[in-house]
């Protein structure tokens, strides 16, 4: 693969402490570009964070903002550059909410077009639960206008969920733009979200999670193991990508398998690079 991106949440606590300096590691290992994540850049403004990325020779790709404040981060993504907006998560479980949501992105995604902006959203495993038209993500993607509206497929949690991602990606060719390279280590199944509104809150207002909740997350971390080492068969998901309009292939990590993030997103990129 010639060109290799990497979500910044994979490096989310290192951004967190030292914003540029993690973008020059990023720079090094060799990865061509970015996709932001929940907003940090650093506290950067976007000419400030333009001009630093031409700097280190990276590419803004992309963002991760939920569709409710993706109206208000429309000027800076502009400013920036970026070609894609991604929604990272969205609550639903059933038909009617996939249907609801679907018009939500409509709506936000004609404000990006008209900014030359393509806007979409990325899958967990969720939204591969069932409804009237197959999986919840196929619900979304039947009911949103595809000049307005496309979608990023996370391979790990899609493969986890016991999707046959090259077959999904050709049943709907062109609405896929951008990849999450990720890997599992198991078929999970689709699984309804745990609903954090039962829970008792703190002073802040913060759940408090059941210890047995939150080891469970912490067990399905760990399925996200080193790339080439699960269940995902890469060359045929990549050829899948490249021949329904794929536009990029973007590294997620989310567990540290090797104690040190950088040698994983080192490792990351090595694979990517050998597809």
């Known amino acids: 693969m010639e060109k290799c991106y990497i979500q910044l949440y994979s490096l ?15 720079a090094e290992i060799g990865y061509t570009g970015i996709e932001f994540a929940g907003g940090l850049y650093g506290d950067l403004s976007a000419a400030e964070l333009k001009r630093t990325m031409t700097d280190l020779s990276l590419e803004a790709l992309s963002t991760h903002i939920v569709t409710k404040q993706a109206p208000n981060h429309l000027e800076y993504a502009s400013e920036l550059g970026l070609r894609y907006l991604m929604d990272p998560f969205a609550t639903m479980s059933t038909y009617e909410d996939a249907l609801a949501f679907s018009e939500q992105l409509n709506k936000v995604g004609k404000l990006y077009r008209e ?8 899958n967990h495993r969720h939204e591969f639960l069932e409804g009237k038209d197959g999986y919840l ?12 509206v496309c979608f990023q497929l996370d391979v790990g949690w899609a493969a986890c969920a016991g999707v ?12 896929i733009k951008l990849i999450h390279v990720k890997e599992s280590s198991i078929v999970a199944g689709a699984e309804k ?35 080439g ?18 536009d990029a292939f973007i590294i997620e990590r989310e567990y540290n398998y090797a104690n040190d993030i950088f040698k994983c997103v080192e490792e990351d990129y090595a694979f990517l690079r050998s597809l």
Request: avoid cysteine; glycine fraction near 8%; hydrophobic fraction near 35%.
């Open 12 to 26: 989310r606590e290192e951004a967190s402490k030292d914003f540029v300096g993690t973008l020059k590691r990023v």
């Open 115 to 122: 900014k030359g902006i393509a806007f979409g959203y990325h």
């Open 137 to 148: 993500l196929e619900t979304m993607m039947l009911n949103t206008d595809p000049e307005n």
């Open 164 to 175: 046959d991602v090259p077959a999904f990606l050709r049943k709907y060719p062109g609405r």
């Open 193 to 227: 979200l745990v609903d954090f509104s039962k829970f008792p809150v703190d002073e802040k207002g913060s759940p408090q999670i059941p210890p047995e909740i939150t080891k469970k997350f912490e067990e399905q971390n760990k399925w996200n193991i080193a790339l």
């Open 229 to 246: 080492q699960g269940i995902v068969d890469w060359h045929a998901v990549r050829d899948a990508s490249l021949s329904t309009g794929v």
